[in-house]
């Protein structure tokens, strides 16, 4: 099995503080994780004043604060992504980021991102999907909320825009790229699906996870996980069932307030999770059902041979009572006992002595 990707989301939990931020990615990388992901985004150009919080940023923020206000408060600085993403190749995990507008979306590209993480709040957001998807760089897109039929859309848009199509830009041509097995096989080599639920934290009775094969299934498309779970118990849960990404709210501190942080893990819990997750991938192994090695030495121990029940004499011609199975193995196979019986002996047995 292919390793799991696992991104470290800090999202906003850096509170606005680009100490925190540090922290952030320093706790990723000792956790294990590979990348390490931000949101980066003008709260002006995400929201407007009349935009409500939504109840799970109710409970977890200052009540009275409107969400713009609120995003204005955790916006992380264009002029600071250049010094964290240095800091996180230092330390060895990718830097990602989350675009929620246009200008963020292009300012990640120029910095040199290759692959760039769409929320589900944007999922539906086809002129932001059009603009990344001609840049060319590699999209990880989560599926909250949605419908097939919404993100069967998102993906017409997407294998239009990855294929350069030069037409006007319509729900028409999205459909007939979708249809296209050329701009389809274009889009394939570029789109990594996150199956998610968009609630902080998620129920797990809300997770859904067998959603991932009716993904697989309807889009053929690679399926990883993002997880909003507390714990490390549904992620792990993804890995076993074939997620190829899986994303988790990091945080320095659960109990902080903030619109992410109870949905989140902590760096030593995350750590854990990311040990929990490798063991995993290595006990779902090849798929081939053959002996493995650290079993074979017990083969003979645990299996059984043919033996003789009683003692026989050379020329007898053995009866159904006159075998037994008893270990150990490695003799004739209990399974050639219709073979045994009625031929004669060539020479003589002791009970218990394994038959030739």
């Known amino acids: 099995m292919s390793k799991t990707l696992i991104i470290a989301e800090a999202g906003v939990n850096h509170d606005g503080s680009i100490e925190k931020a540090r922290e952030l990615i320093e706790g990723a990388a000792v956790a294990g994780a590979d990348m390490v992901k931000f949101q980066t985004f003008s709260a002006n150009a995400l929201a407007t004043a009349a935009a409500p919080k939504a109840t799970y940023q109710q409970r977890s923020t200052d009540i009275g604060e409107s969400q713009?206000?609120?995003?204005?408060?955790?916006?992380?600085?264009?002029?600071?992504?250049?010094?964290?993403?240095?800091?996180?190749?230092?330390?060895?995990?990718?830097?990602?980021?989350?675009?929620?507008?246009?200008?963020?979306?292009?300012?990640?590209?120029?910095?040199?991102?290759?692959?760039?993480?769409?929320?589900?709040?944007?999922?539906t957001n086809a002129p932001l999907l059009l603009e990344i998807a001609r840049s060319g760089v590699k999209l990880i897109l989560s599926t909250g909320m949605a419908r097939l039929a919404e993100?069967?859309?998102?993906?017409?848009?997407?294998?239009?825009?990855?294929?350069?199509?030069?037409?006007?830009?319509?729900?028409?041509?999205?459909?007939?790229?979708?249809?296209?097995?050329?701009?389809?096989?274009?889009?394939?080599?570029?789109?990594?699906?996150?199956?998610?639920?968009?609630?902080?934290?998620?129920?797990?009775?809300?997770?859904?996870?067998?959603?991932?094969?009716?993904?697989?299934?309807?889009?053929?498309?690679?399926?990883?996980?993002?997880?909003?779970?507390?714990?490390?118990?549904?992620?792990?849960?993804?890995v076993a069932l074939g997620a190829t990404v899986i994303e988790k709210h990091i945080?320095?501190?659960?109990?902080?307030?903030?619109?992410?942080?109870?949905?989140s893990m902590e760096p030593d819990s995350f750590g854990e999770m990311v040990r929990q997750i490798r063991t995993v991938e290595r006990a779902l192994g090849d798929g081939r059902k053959v002996p493995r090695p650290s079993e074979t030495p017990n083969i003979a121990v645990a299996r059984k041979s043919l033996v003789a029940s009683n003692d026989l004499a050379?020329?007898?011609?053995?009866?159904?009572?006159?075998?037994?199975?008893?270990?150990?193995g490695g003799g004739r196979a209990p399974i050639e006992l219709w073979d045994?019986?009625?031929?004669?002996?060539?020479?003589?047995?002791?009970a218990g002595e394994a038959f030739d």
């Not at 330390?91 to 120029?110: E, H, K, M």
């Not at 945080?251 to 949905?263: K, M, V």
């Open 151 to 238: 993100i069967e859309d998102a993906l017409g848009v997407l294998a239009f825009g990855y294929s350069g199509l030069e037409e006007m830009p319509s729900r028409r041509a999205f459909a007939e790229s979708w249809a296209d097995p050329a701009c389809y096989a274009t889009m394939r080599g570029k789109v990594q699906m996150l199956h998610c639920t968009t609630e902080y934290p998620c129920p797990p009775e809300d997770a859904n996870l067998s959603i991932m094969a009716t993904l697989r299934s309807a889009f053929g498309l690679p399926v990883g996980f993002s997880d909003h779970c507390e714990g490390p118990a549904v992620s792990v849960a993804a």
């Open 314 to 328: 050379a020329g007898a011609i053995v009866q159904h009572s006159d075998v037994t199975c008893k270990r150990p």
């Open 340 to 350: 045994v019986v009625g031929t004669t002996l060539q020479r003589p047995l002791l």
């Open 68 to 123: 713009l206000a609120m995003l204005k408060r955790l916006e992380l600085p264009l002029e600071q992504h250049a010094g964290l993403k240095a800091f996180a190749e230092e330390r060895g995990v990718t830097f990602l980021s989350t675009p929620f507008d246009s200008q963020s979306a292009q300012f990640l590209i120029n910095l040199g991102l290759t692959t760039l993480k769409i929320g589900s709040g944007d999922m």
């Open 251 to 263: 945080t320095l501190d659960r109990a902080a307030l903030g619109p992410d942080h109870a949905a």
